[in-house]
């Protein structure tokens, strides 16, 4: 990244450059000459190495700019090769040469080789301080004490601050800044009318206090959070539970929430005592990211590896830069090649976050689920005991029949649960009775009873939890296949919670293009997939056993004879034996095209070779229900008919129970003990690290003192309240630097996500200590940090041009007026819904679809125009879909979700222009505003023309404007006209 220069010296006669601006201009050099393997052998990364020089000689002769490489590389506008420096900067360049060369103290090689730089090294890295207030010339000017920092700055160019700005003006700005909507013409008459001298905070403390206030500062996180509501990648799909991150970030702003609190929700608050559903929802912060479906069910185990090495590249960067604005990610392969970072401190920060999953979880308290438990537990028991008499009452028939047919029921060796589908979908051992989707036996449909065998068609049946335990198991069942099979789950032991991306399972498996058996576990990542054994038997039933032993082993028998084995193999979570904690396990019958399943029977413990030969032996005794029906007497028929109603009836009664709310947020799972990867790479492991913080950072503390197998919750926990010390010398900075980037479209710091060797320079670094050491002692309030800012007189300055000062300042770096800027894309479209009277102004809850999804082995997003109320809700209720983006936001740069913004991208194109002409949405937003003035002003053409400047822009019109806009009213027609209002710069801008 190439610094930004700060443009201060114009002439010969102009005062020395400090040493930010020497560093801001060396950096463009040492993008390419710097430390080990420099181009052409010069390392410019200290004074050393500048008068050592490189294969062309010595680059620096202090005192003489004449005779300096340097000086001439850059004068002939050859180097840096990204492109000439300014005037100003050559100028710069050749005064520091001139009085000696004196090397800015921070520019050190940060990157030694293998070590982290002592924390000296860079102003970022020091403790915050308190500055003295500086005294400035003009005391009167100061308002507010950051004032008098801007001030000293500007008065040592010999430069001034601009005059206030008017109090139309100054209104609109704030309304904006804080709550993202124009003022209303009567709260503007009010504040301009209002001479008291607390009349301008007033209005500044009752836009904090408005619910919009979360709304508009809630989207500045959303950017940098990546929020989006779809997974991204190839197959994007919706995630439904999403928006509560994005409620609680908006509400967490409205309470002014202190921003280490806010911080350690983000990043533990599902392990914070006590468990909140803000606490639990906040670490939607860390799973926002896109999600690569197709990359985790790949079935090399590295394949999958190195998808989730950069998924925690990615987790690892948006904490680091987000919260100490340090670019961590940087060192996933090797030590930062400009930042005091090593490899080993990006595995130490990745082993705090290593446990982490994505995926929906309950979104309760734990008081709020034993209520809940409370409320359906005697309904789920009552349904259990009605089941397991009626499967008693069904046995007892059966055997019966089997009996007369003159066959000795023979026992399987002790299953924890058995399925005969005799009937239903009863469990006749255990407690894994079947809901079925269709509800219906003997019918056509998804799923069906066919000759005592259940038969299904893109459908499941599934049980309630069950209440044992799983770690060795066995599946068993005689299954049919024909040839319209595909792949499908015959029968599967799944688990109700898994962490895991796409589920924890292991299942009966049948592939129709090989025509094999297989067993599924984890979405492929365990399966074993056998090279031969084709499978020729169709129309009749197949047995099919699974054993899974304690050592991670599989064994498939077909038949009752050994199909295919699979020894242990591998390491971590997704390769050993996996258990199932009783109450989190259900079975799944189904999955698939077509299916059959004839009976299934399940074990606790993985079957002997013998053992399932002789379960094979001895084979299924069906009864059909005519069978059953005839040899049941009529007392035990009706006792069924009973049992199954009243069964059906509480069914109902827990269908009917509220049901329990889901959120997209972290899910974990026990991670290995973390290692470095050399090179980044999972195939090649190195030494182990512990979890722990910035080794250049000596307070807070950054050993956390752990173990390397502790577990998730502990290294998460202790991550997050290592952010969120008071001694931490990034966090509050960062934090400040933000608040100011977005007051003033400008952080002191530029780049708002990096305070390391290749970020901007501090155009105030007094400043932004002051701020940052001011923000810690008022407890980390934002709303106080907003008063601090927006009550000073740097912030009222009118945002008029002068040339003059332009020409010692043309970035305005130094604040000698208020920086105008275009209004973000969200806040354009909420001001045309606001102006038009039409804007919906309900809060929360799921985010609206101007879609409609198509699906064809992934989804897609055809944009809808609809005026529909939820469609007129405030843009940050829009769902977000990552590849189904809105044209007109898109058109004034809304960022894209699958990724960072810490800074907003702001063009100008013709784009723009033709969005804001052609648009349905703007073309309807003018009509209704040409509407309202009709309803406002009816009859008064004037007053019209005037009520839609005070509304659209926030002032009164001049009397030519109000001739010129009363002419093409009467001539085009008031609505022709509201369309040009709503299309003028002035209306896109905020002074």
């Known amino acids: 990244m190439l610094f930004l220069a700060v443009t201060a010296l114009g002439s010969e006669s102009a005062p020395a450059a400090t040493a930010g601006e020497v560093s801001s201009v060396l950096a463009k050099c040492q993008v390419c000459h710097r ?91 020091k403790p915050v301080h308190q500055p003295a207030v500086p005294a400035v010339k003009q005391a009167a000017w100061v308002r507010k004490p950051l004032d008098a920092f801007i001030l000293a700055a500007l008065e040592e160019r010999g430069m001034e601050p601009s005059a206030p700005a008017s109090r139309e003006v100054l209104i609109r700005r704030a309304t904006l800044d804080l709550i993202g909507l124009p003022p209303t013409p009567g709260e503007i008459e009010a504040f301009v009318s209002d001479t008291s001298p607390g009349a301008y905070e007033n ?44 409620d609680y970030v908006i509400r967490s702003f409205n309470q002014d929430k202190p921003y280490a609190r806010f911080v350690l929700e983000q990043l533990a608050g599902d392990v914070l005592k006590p468990r909140t559903r803000d606490g639990i929802a906040a670490t939607g912060f860390l799973v926002a990211a896109p999600w690569d479906e197709v990359g985790h069910t790949q079935q090399s185990d590295i394949m ?183 792949q499908f789950h015959f029968f599967k032991v799944d688990d109700t919670d898994s962490p895991l991306p796409r589920g924890r399972f292991d299942a009966i498996y049948y592939h129709h293009k090989s025509r094999t058996w297989r067993n599924l576990s984890e979405f492929k990542n365990r399966t074993v997939s056998p090279k031969r054994h084709k499978e020729t038997k ?19 028998y077909r038949e009752g004879l050994l199909y295919w084995a699979q020894d242990p193999k591998g390491e971590g979570p997704e390769s050993a034996l996996q258990a199932f904690a009783r109450g989190r396990v259900r079975i799944v019958f189904g999955g698939g095209r077509t299916g059959m399943v004839e009976e299934a029977r399940l074990y606790d413990r993985a079957l002997s070779s013998e053992e399932i030969a002789a379960s094979f032996r001895a084979g299924i005794q069906r009864v059909t229900p005519d069978e059953w029906n005839a040899e049941a007497s009529s007392q035990e028929r009706r006792a069924r008919d009973e049992l199954l109603e009243e069964a059906a009836r509480q069914e109902g009664l827990l269908k009917g129970a509220p049901e329990v709310p889901l959120v997209y947020a972290v899910r974990t799972y026990r991670a290995g003990p973390p290692v470095v990867m ?104 934002l709303k106080q940090l ?35 800027r275009r209004l973000e894309a969200e806040v354009i479209r909420d001001a045309l819904l606001a102006v038009s009277g ?61 990724s960072k913004a810490p800074r907003r991208s702001n063009t100008t194109t013709p784009i723009q222009s033709l969005a804001l002409m052609n648009s349905p949405f703007v073309l309807r937003q003018a009509d209704h505003l040409a509407t309202r003035l009709r309803q406002e002003a009816p009859g008064d053409s004037a007053g019209q023309i005037e009520l ?29 006209f509201c369309w040009a209002l709503l299309n003028s710069s002035e209306f896109l801008y905020l002074n």
């Open 304 to 486: 999958r590896a190195r998808v989730r090495a950069v998924e925690m590249e990615e987790m690892v960067g948006t904490v680091a830069q987000t919260f100490l604005g340090m670019t961590v990610n940087c060192a996933r392969c090797h030590d930062h090649k400009f930042d005091p970072i090593s490899q080993r401190d990006y595995y130490r920060l990745k082993a705090c976050l290593d446990g982490i999953r994505a995926g929906d979880r309950p979104w309760l308290t734990p008081a709020e689920t034993a209520a809940h438990e409370e409320r359906t537990e005697p309904l789920r028991d009552g349904i259990r005991r009605l089941k397991r008499r009626l499967a008693q009452l069904q046995d007892e028939v059966r055997e019966r029949v089997l009996t007369k047919r003159g066959i000795a029921p023979q026992p399987a060796p002790g299953p924890v649960s058995r399925w005969t589908f005799d009937l239903n979908g009863i469990d006749s051992v255990g407690d894994g009775h079947l809901s079925l989707e269709s509800g219906a036996l003997g019918e056509d449909g998804e799923i069906r009873f066919e000759d005592g065998g259940i038969r299904f068609k893109d459908a499941e049946g599934r049980s309630g939890p069950l209440t044992v335990d799983l770690a060795e198991k066995t599946l068993e069942a005689w299954v049919r296949v024909s040839k319209e099979n595909h």
């Open 203 to 246: 209005l500044v403390n009752r836009l904090l206090a408005s619910r919009h206030y979360g709304e508009r500062w809630g989207r500045h996180w959303l950017d940098l959070a990546r929020f989006g509501e779809s997974q991204g990648y190839e197959r994007d799909k919706i995630r439904d539970h999403a928006w509560p991150y994005r």
């Open 786 to 820: 907003h008063r601090e800012i927006m009550l000073s007189n740097t912030y009222r300055q009118s945002s008029g041009f002068r040339a003059d000062a332009a020409d010692a300042d043309a970035e305005n770096r130094l604040l000698w007026r208020f920086s105008p």
């Open 35 to 125: 430390g080990i393997g420099a181009v052409a052998g010069l390392d410019l990364s200290s004074r050393e190495g500048a008068l050592l020089g490189g294969n062309s000689g010595p680059a620096l002769e202090p005192g003489e700019s004449g005779q300096s490489l340097l000086f001439a590389k850059v004068r002939s506008g050859e180097m840096p090769p990204s492109g000439p420096l300014s005037k100003a900067e050559v100028d710069l360049v050749r005064h520091w040469i001139d009085e000696g060369a004196v090397w800015p103290s921070g520019d050190q090689d940060a990157s030694a080789a293998g070590t982290a730089a002592p924390e000296s090294l860079w102003w970022s890295l």
């Open 678 to 781: 050399e090179r980044g790479d999972p195939a090649t492991p190195g030494d182990p690290v512990e979890p722990g913080g910035l080794l250049a950072i000596s307070s807070p503390e950054p050993e956390f003192g752990l173990p390397p197998d502790g577990n998730e919750a502990q290294r998460r926990l202790r991550l997050a309240k290592w952010i969120t010390d008071p001694d931490h010398p990034l966090t509050a900075r960062v934090l400040v630097n933000r608040v100011w980037h977005y007051h003033f479209g400008r952080g002191i710091v530029s780049t708002p996500n990096d305070f390391g060797f290749n970020g901007g320079r501090a155009s105030h670094p007094e400043l932004l200590d002051w701020l940052a050491h001011t923000f810690l002692r008022q407890g980390g309030s």
């Open 838 to 898: 039409r804007l919906n102004r309900e809060p929360g809850g799921p985010g609206f679809r101007p879609f409609e999804v198509r699906f064809f082995n992934s989804h897609f997003y055809d944009l809808v125009d609809s005026a529909d109320p939820p469609m007129r809700k405030r843009t940050i209720y829009r769902i977000v879909v990552r590849s189904g983006h809105d044209p007109m936001l898109e058109a004034f740069d809304c960022p894209d979700a699958s």
């Open 538 to 556: 169709t129309e009749t039933p197949i047995h099919i056993a699974i054993a899974y032993d304690s050592q991670g082993g599989i064994r498939i």
């Open 948 to 976: 839609a400047y005070r509304l659209s822009l926030g002032r009164t019109p001049g009397p030519e404007e109000t001739i010129r806009a009363v002419t093409h009213a009467g001539e085009h027609g008031l609505e022709s």
